[in-house]
Every structure is written in C-alpha cells, then in structure tokens.
C-alpha cells in the first residue's frame, strides 16, 4: 500500500507527474493529520497558510484510505478545480477509480419548465425571445445543463434568475419536465458517486433535509471536508434564519402572471395579485431611505405594522389561486410559495428575541425584514453529529495566533485535533510591512484623504499593481474622489463598475491598475505574480457596532458574562485582516508591499494581537524604507524614480 511519503515526498509520485512541483512538509504534515482523523474518527481543524497545496493534502488521505466524501467549498472556482482538475490527477497518482459528482446550487442549472414559460409567456421582445430560443438549442445538446458552460452567461445575466428554478419555485414531481430535469440528473449522479463537490448552502440544505422536491440530497458519506471553512459560520447564520424581502414578493408576482397567462387564466388573479401589489408598494413607502440593516426597534414603526398586512395578502393570494390550481402545476407551486412566505412572515413578526434578531434592511429598491438566530454552533453540532462521518475543517484564517476557539464555538465542534501550518513562501524575503505614522484618528472625518497622501509615494514607486481595500464603501467612494484629483501610475478600476470577474480581469491584463475594494476583495481572490504586487487595507476591519447583527451577539455574549469585544469584536477583525492581507502572497516568487493604514496598530494593545497573526513579514518603521522597497517591486514612474534618488 502506498504510503503518503510516496506521493508527497521529493521523489514521489506527484513530482514525477507534475512539471514543478516541489516538496512542501506542511503539505505532508496536513495530508498526515487528515489522515489521522479519518483513521481515529475524530474531527480536524486546521489554518493551512497560503501556498501549501491544500486540496492536494485533504484529497489525497480520502483517495488512499477509499472513503465516500463529501467536499464543501464557498466558491465555484474552487469547486470547478477539484472537479476538473485536482481529482482527475489524484486519481491517477493514487490509482483509486470513482465517480465525482459536481453539484452546483440549482441557479446554474436551465430549468425546461421556466424557460418554455418564459418563451411563451408574449411579454418578451425580439432580442429576448432570439436569446432565450438560443438556450434552448444549447440545452438540448447539453449532458449537465450548467450554465456555467456557456462563457456569456456570467452570473449577472439578465435571463439567468428567469430560466433557472428556486427551491420555492420549483415544481418538484408536478412538473412536466421532471423526467428531463437537470437538477434532478445532477442528483441522481451525486447519489451514486463516491465523492461529490457541493458549495456550502447545499451541504446546510441536506444537513436541515430542508431541500424539496427530490429527497435526500448528498449520499450518506464517511467524510465531509469543509474547504473555505472561515466561510461556514455566516452562512450557517443565514441559512437558518427566516427572511421575507419586496424582491421575493416581486418575483412572486411575475410568476403568478406568466403561470395564469400560459393556463389561460389571466382574468382570475387581478384581485390577489393587485393586493399583493399594493403591499409591496407601501413597504417602499413606509421603509424610508435606504439605510442598510436597522434593528427592529429602530425601523418606522409604520414599517412594523405593516408587516402583518403583507401575510394578509399572501394568504390571500393563495386563497384566490387555490381554484386554479388543477389547471396549472406552476400555479399550484405559487400558491405553496404565498403560504410559505406568509408564515414566515408570521413567524419573524411573533419570534422570540432572547433566541434571535428582528432586523430590516432597507436598500435601493429593496426592503426584507430578517429574523436570524445569533448562536448557530448549537443547531450545526447536532447536524454534523447526526451526519456521523469526520469532518475536516481547512482553510488559511481559521484562528487567531494558535486559537481555534472563535471558530469552534461557531460551529459547534467540541474538543477537534487542531493545527496551525505556516505558508511555504518566504515572507521574509518578498514582502514587507509599513504602518504609516502620524495619521489621525480613523473615525477623523479627513482620514481617508490623509491616508492616500501619505502612501500614495509608495503607489507611484511600486508603478501600480495596487489593491487599495476600504473597510466601507463610503471610505471607498472618499477614496476615488482623491485619486481622481491626482495622477495615477495605472488605470483605475473601482468596485462596482463592473463585475468582479471583469474587473479582475482587466487588473490582470493591464499590470500597473489600480482597484479600488471592498469586503469582496478581501477573501476569495487570486491574483498571482506581478500584476498585484502592492496592498492597502485602509483600517482594521471591526464589525460596524451599529449593525444589528453585530450588536445582538455581542449583547448576547454579556448576558452570559463573557467579554463581547475579545471573544467575538478582536477575533473577527484579526480572521478579516489575515484574509485580506492574504492577498498579496499567491505564489513562491510573488514579491509585495503591505500598507496598514490604522494608527490603533501602534496605540494600542490589541494591536500586537493583529500583527502577530500575520504571515511573518518584516515591519518597516521607516517611510523612506518602504519607498524604496515599494520602487523594486515594478515599473518605477518618472516621478517615483525622482522621489527615490532624492
């Protein structure tokens, strides 16, 4: 039987098939502790840093030892490279045959039955209908139905949310394309495959046995790993929450019309779908600005009143559809949702606060009122134990220094093997950090002005292949203002203007931009050589303590005599920090300059906490230190050069 030296080590088997690889001893040493868990039965925790090949050292335990696997990760890019390329290849170094499945959430798969109700719904001009009769000529030559196969249509597309199917929307056995059903394929494969590949969401879905319509979801397996593990917690929150929003209800309402116009039944909704209307009208109306998320009591008390009158015309929707039911499975599948949304409705109006949070969020548009719970660890630890297998629990910020513990209790996981192993990259060598010094305060109104003023030299040295992340989006908006009064050594590129994919894409191409970010480009972002070679974080990134989730847990941390600010405010910022410094570093020869902008670094205590935390960069005190490491970083600007030599 081979032996994990065999495929890790200098002369093993992945150096042999794989131009390039080199031996890294943490990688063995994560492949080793996974093993040990998979063999002893206990769960497994580990930070594995930036740069040790992590899928290859979870894979590769799961492949020797023959066990069924379920593998979660928080993103599609992640879940595509297991899929098609790192299992494919440890499959054949380990010499173990199986079946993969890749199972993606249901908005990448076409859904028959909502585009042929698209298709001949008669509301669709030209360009559409062209469009939507192009997918459905690619879905009959299509094994998966992923969406994503088809290079135009990103997850923005304007035809995905129509021709893809919801939990709520689907007709489940009702439907006259069940037999056909690509969500249902992509199941059946799942439940016959050795492992699958699933995003978080689905892995929550099969553990609550939530999902409808097809039954249990993933096989039962030996072992579930978690990758992007960080990520859990606050999807664990969401998913076990209750929400009502004016977009769902709108979508509602859209479904209702294009379900009676292919029934024929037009004329027999108006009253239903005209109070539904209404409702939401005068949620907008009573809501107020768009101020984010506010705790319940906060919100216009119009707004809360209001709230039972929306699940009055919900039930009442369902009320009048219910006649019309036989008619139409996409009307029945309407009535089911009205009720579904009425009763959570019912039930976020009369929740308990000592349990949960009542909270609205109020945007352009959009307005959802919110019941989450502000201790998910207790609902995931009976899941997980109920799953039965081991879990593996990765990702590179999952403690603080050596403690695991912020991250445990959000999960629930009682007493797991834990590891912290560092990056293989030499920190020491190719990156650096500068605090800058005599900045004011971060809550001084002029800060983010005078923080561009001052590393902004650093910037024009380095020639661009700048991230400048802000904690807020009003930090950032400060932010272009400023840079848009001064001469850039690259193009600009502002989050926003743009999806995330296209904006990473013209960064990579360019070489010398310059991208202006918020929380999506701290986490999940991959940059690699010298197009990304400078980062700015503009303050420590603490929660904002007016958020009422924010506030709720925190309360809640007090009521039970603990310290809110060390147990959940420090260890929150330092994880969000490690993610976003982290993305400077992707690869061995990767050279970069890390500007932390927040003056409480040097002031106060907590700030050793932070730094200690941080891969093992060098700490430049000196401004004329860090100009002339930021000008070997890239193309020198004119201007750079002059201010280096004098």
Same mark, same amino acid.
């Given at each position: 039987?081979?032996?994990?030296?065999?495929?890790?080590?200098?002369?093993?088997?992945?150096?042999?098939?794989?131009?390039?690889?080199?031996?890294?001893?943490?990688?063995?040493?994560?492949?080793?502790?996974?093993?040990?868990?998979?063999?002893?039965?206990?769960?497994?925790?580990?930070?594995?840093?930036?740069?040790?090949?992590?899928?290859?050292?979870?894979?590769?335990?799961?492949?020797?030892?023959?066990?069924?696997?379920?593998?979660?990760?928080?993103?599609?890019?992640?879940?595509?490279?297991?899929?098609?390329?790192?299992?494919?290849?440890?499959?054949?170094?380990?010499?173990?045959?199986?079946?993969?499945?890749?199972?993606?959430?249901?908005?990448?798969?076409?859904?028959?039955?909502?585009?042929?109700?698209?298709?001949?719904?008669?509301?669709?001009?030209?360009?559409?209908?062209?469009?939507?009769?192009?997918?459905?000529?690619?879905?009959?030559?299509?094994?998966?139905?992923?969406?994503?196969?088809?290079?135009?249509?990103?997850?923005?597309?304007?035809?995905?949310?129509?021709?893809?199917?919801?939990?709520?929307?689907?007709?489940?056995?009702?439907?006259?394309?069940?037999?056909?059903?690509?969500?249902?394929?992509?199941?059946?494969?799942?439940?016959?495959?050795?492992?699958?590949?699933?995003?978080?969401?689905?892995?929550?879905?099969?553990?609550?046995?939530?999902?409808?319509?097809?039954?249990?979801?993933?096989?039962?397996?030996?072992?579930?790993?978690?990758?992007?593990?960080?990520?859990?917690?606050?999807?664990?929150?969401?998913?076990?929450?209750?929400?009502?929003?004016?977009?769902?209800?709108?979508?509602?309402?859209?479904?209702?019309?294009?379900?009676?116009?292919?029934?024929?039944?037009?004329?027999?909704?108006?009253?239903?779908?005209?109070?539904?209307?209404?409702?939401?009208?005068?949620?907008?109306?009573?809501?107020?600005?768009?101020?984010?998320?506010?705790?319940?009591?906060?919100?216009?008390?119009?707004?809360?009143?209001?709230? *039972?009158?929306?699940?009055?015309?919900? &039930?009442? /929707?369902?009320?009048?559809?219910? =006649? %019309? #039911? !036989?008619?139409? $499975? +996409?009307?029945?599948?309407?009535?089911?949702?009205?009720?579904?949304?009425?009763?959570?409705?019912?039930?976020?109006?009369?929740?308990?606060?000592?349990?949960?949070?009542?909270?609205?969020?109020?945007?352009?548009?959009?307005?959802?009122?919110?019941?989450?719970?502000?201790?998910?660890?207790?609902?995931?630890?009976?899941?997980?134990?109920?799953?039965?297998?081991?879990?593996?629990?990765?990702?590179?910020?999952?403690?603080?220094?050596?403690?695991?513990?912020?991250?445990?209790?959000?999960?629930?996981?009682?007493?797991?093997?834990?590891?912290?192993?560092?990056?293989?990259?030499?920190?020491?060598?190719?990156?650096?950090?500068?605090?800058?010094?005599?900045?004011?305060? *971060?809550?001084?109104?002029?800060?983010? &002005?005078? /923080?561009?003023?001052?590393?902004? =030299? %650093? #910037? !024009?040295?380095? $020639? +661009?292949?700048?991230?400048?992340?802000?904690?807020?989006?009003?930090?950032?908006?400060?932010?272009?203002?400023?840079?848009?009064?001064?001469?850039?050594?690259?193009?600009?590129?502002?989050?926003?203007?743009?999806?995330?994919?296209?904006?990473?894409?013209?960064?990579?191409?360019?070489?010398?931009?310059?991208?202006?970010?918020?929380?999506?480009?701290?986490?999940?972002?991959?940059?690699?050589?010298?197009?990304?070679?400078?980062?700015?974080?503009?303050?420590?990134?603490?929660?904002?303590?007016?958020?009422?989730?924010?506030?709720?847990?925190?309360?809640?941390?007090?009521?039970?005599?603990?310290?809110?600010?060390?147990?959940?405010?420090?260890?929150?910022?330092?994880?969000?920090?490690?993610?976003?410094?982290?993305?400077?570093?992707?690869?061995?020869?990767?050279?970069?300059?890390?500007?932390? $902008?927040?003056?409480?670094?040097?002031?106060?205590?907590?700030?050793?906490?932070?730094?200690?935390?941080?891969?093992?960069?060098?700490?430049?005190?000196?401004?004329?230190?860090?100009?002339?490491?930021?000008?070997?970083?890239?193309?020198?600007?004119?201007?750079?050069?002059?201010?280096?030599?004098?």
């Amino acid at each position: 039987m081979q032996e994990l030296a065999d495929i890790f080590g200098s002369n093993g088997a992945l150096a042999e098939r794989l131009p390039g690889f080199s031996y890294r001893e943490a990688q063995q040493q994560m492949a080793q502790l996974v093993m040990q868990a998979l063999t002893s039965g206990r769960h497994v925790a580990i930070e594995a840093g930036t740069g040790i090949g992590k899928t290859f050292a979870y894979l590769t335990p799961v492949l020797m030892s023959g066990r069924r696997a379920i593998i979660s990760t928080g993103t599609k890019t992640l879940q595509d490279q297991l899929f098609a390329r790192d299992l494919p290849l440890l499959g054949a170094v380990v010499g173990r045959p199986m079946q993969v499945a890749l199972l993606k959430g249901r908005n990448n798969y076409l859904c028959w039955h909502r585009l042929e109700t698209a298709l001949h719904d008669g509301t669709r001009d030209a360009e559409t209908l062209g469009a939507l009769r192009a997918l459905s000529q690619w879905g009959q030559t299509s094994d998966s139905g992923d969406l994503t196969e088809l290079e135009d249509f990103a997850d923005e597309h304007t035809l995905r949310s129509i021709v893809t199917s919801t939990v709520e929307n689907c007709l489940g056995r009702d439907c006259e394309f069940f037999d056909r059903c690509f969500v249902l394929d992509a199941r059946r494969r799942a439940q016959a495959a050795d492992i699958v590949i699933v995003n978080h969401h689905l892995l929550l879905a099969d553990l609550a046995l939530k999902e409808n319509g097809f039954g249990e979801l993933l096989p039962g397996a030996d072992a579930v790993i978690v990758d992007e593990a960080h990520q859990l917690p606050d999807v664990a929150q969401q998913f076990f929450g209750w929400s009502v929003s004016t977009r769902e209800l709108e979508s509602l309402v859209r479904d209702v019309y294009a379900e009676a116009r292919t029934a024929a039944v037009v004329g027999e909704i108006d009253g239903g779908v005209r109070a539904l209307n209404k409702a939401i009208l005068d949620l907008r109306a009573v809501a107020g600005p768009p101020l984010g998320r506010m705790p319940w009591a906060a919100a216009p008390g119009a707004l809360r009143d209001l709230l *039972p009158d929306v699940g009055v015309a919900l &039930e009442a /929707l369902a009320r009048g559809l219910e =006649p %019309l #039911v !036989e008619s139409s $499975g +996409g009307l029945r599948s309407c009535v089911e949702r009205a009720v579904d949304a009425a009763a959570r409705m019912r039930s976020i109006t009369v929740a308990d606060p000592s349990e949960g949070l009542r909270w609205f969020d109020v945007t352009n548009g959009t307005v959802a009122v919110h019941w989450t719970p502000l201790d998910v660890g207790a609902a995931l630890a009976a899941r997980i134990e109920a799953q039965r297998g081991v879990w593996v629990f990765t990702s590179a910020t999952l403690a603080v220094g050596d403690d695991f513990s912020h991250f445990l209790e959000r999960v629930g996981i009682d007493r797991p093997l834990t590891r912290v192993l560092q990056s293989p990259f030499d920190y020491v060598k190719n990156a650096r950090i500068f605090v800058p010094q005599g900045l004011p305060d *971060p809550s001084d109104e002029l800060y983010v &002005e005078t /923080l561009l003023a001052a590393i902004w =030299p %650093l #910037v !024009e040295a380095a $020639g +661009g292949g700048a991230f400048l992340l802000f904690t807020s989006y009003r930090a950032l908006q400060r932010a272009e203002t400023w840079i848009g009064r001064h001469a850039a050594p690259g193009p600009v590129l502002v989050q926003g203007r743009g999806s995330r994919s296209e904006l990473l894409k013209q960064f990579r191409a360019d070489g010398n931009a310059i991208l202006l970010g918020t929380g999506s480009f701290w986490q999940g972002v991959d940059v690699r050589g010298q197009a990304l070679r400078f980062v700015m974080i503009d303050k420590l990134p603490f929660a904002v303590p007016s958020d009422p989730l924010v506030q709720a847990r925190a309360e809640a941390i007090r009521r039970a005599g603990g310290d809110s600010f060390n147990e959940l405010s420090l260890p929150q910022a330092v994880l969000t920090l490690k993610q976003g410094v982290g993305r400077l570093i992707r690869d061995f020869d990767d050279r970069g300059l890390v500007v932390l $902008g927040d003056p409480r670094l040097r002031s106060r205590g907590y700030g050793a906490t932070f730094l200690a935390s941080l891969p093992p960069m060098p700490v430049l005190e000196d401004f004329a230190d860090a100009l002339k490491f930021a000008a070997t970083l890239g193309f020198v600007s004119e201007r750079a050069t002059a201010v280096v030599s004098s």
